[in-house]
């Protein structure tokens, strides 16, 4: 089994595939997971908010398999086998951001997606939605993140509307979802 502190030491990275009912069926490398015929895995996604309630969107790197250069979600990743999912967006918080988070909250526990890439790659992803608060400023990343932006969330939703296709597939479904949920 992989251990979060395998992923920094050079052991290849696992992720948790799920059936249909989005139980554990088995793990499999990240790197032959994203494919033309992906099967279902377990993910997450997270927004981080500053405490002006400001909301960190990232730009994937160029460098990407997957949807490179898109504006999405503060960041996102996969739990490794038997990892604690609130722990795993704390350490890809870490890792893709190099930024401490908090006050973590499930909001969108049981989003799924699927959406193919213009390689034709394919997500397929059970994938529960969290916000966090940020504890100090981002220092992302390169191979992760080329830019970074705090935006009021109001700003988020609008631009979201009116240009959904300068942003990821699954922040496209997601910030609908999140404005509906975040309602006071």
Sequence with gaps: MTTPDDRTTGTEELVVLLDERFQPRATAPKRTVHTTDTPLHLAFSCYVFNGAG????????????????????????????????????????????????????????????????VSGIKENEFCPVWTATAD???????????????????????AMARAPFLFSPWSQEQVPLLAEALRP
């Design 54 to 117: 400001e909301v960190l969107v990232t730009r994937r790197a160029l460098e990407k398999k997957t949807w490179p250069g898109v504006w999405t979600n503060s960041f996102c990743g996969h739990p490794a086998p038997g990892e604690d999912m609130a722990d795993a967006v704390v350490r890809r918080g870490g890792q893709e951001l190099g930024m401490a988070i908090g006050r973590l909250t499930k909001v969108l526990p049981r989003f799924r997606y699927q959406a193919v890439d």
């Design 136 to 158: 100090g400023e981002a220092h992302p990343n390169p191979d992760e993140v080329c830019e970074s932006r705090w935006l009021p969330w109001p700003d988020l939703v609008a």
